[in-house]
């Protein structure tokens, strides 16, 4: 029988925590400026906390009040091909969301208020082989979304 999907916390993943109590990664010495700024901001929400690009750009001018919306953009899409950070695409959502990279999880989005959580599952790898092999395509990563209602929403 497989385990039921449980909600994960940024404590259960595993990366040292910052000053907060929250993960960081290490970022590497040449990373621009506001770059490092966007990342930051990320980071130090934490793994779980699926920040919109907006949510991004308001926490980013509350440090830097001229950096433009452009700017954030270009640096989420460079720490995301950098691998320090995830984009989240989930069906039905009105944009990406942002959280630190980490390990591999599942994303359950609650169809009525829209709040985004991190589900403790990912499929097993020798699942995800066999679904290649008898497709006959290579499987770069696998993205699970899980759609309903919250906890809060179906009381």
């Given at each position: 029988m497989t385990p039921m999907p449980t909600l994960l916390n940024s404590r259960d993943r595993g990366y040292p925590a910052n000053?907060?109590?929250?993960?960081?990664?290490?970022?590497?010495?040449?990373?621009?400026?506001?770059?490092?700024?966007?990342y930051d901001v990320v980071a130090e929400q934490g793994i779980g906390t699926h920040l919109a690009m907006a949510d991004v750009h308001a926490l980013a001018r509350r440090r830097q009040p001229s950096i433009g919306f452009t700017t954030v953009y270009r640096a989420l899409a460079?720490?995301?091909?950098?691998?320090?950070?995830?984009?989240?695409?989930?069906?039905?959502?009105?944009s990406a969301y942002y959280e630190p990279s980490g390990e591999?999880?599942?994303?359950?989005?609650?169809?009525?208020?829209?709040k985004v959580e991190d589900v403790n599952y990912r499929l097993n790898k020798r699942i995800v082989a066999d679904l290649a092999r008898k497709q006959g395509v290579e499987i770069k990563e696998v993205l699970l979304?899980?759609?309903g209602r919250c906890s809060a929403c179906k009381s």
């Open positions: 000053s907060r109590g929250r993960e960081y990664r290490e970022v590497p010495a040449r990373l621009a400026k506001n770059y490092r700024l966007v460079r720490l995301r091909e950098m691998d320090l950070i995830s984009e989240i695409l989930l069906p039905g959502a009105d591999a999880h599942a994303h359950f989005r609650c169809d009525v208020c829209g979304s899980l759609h």
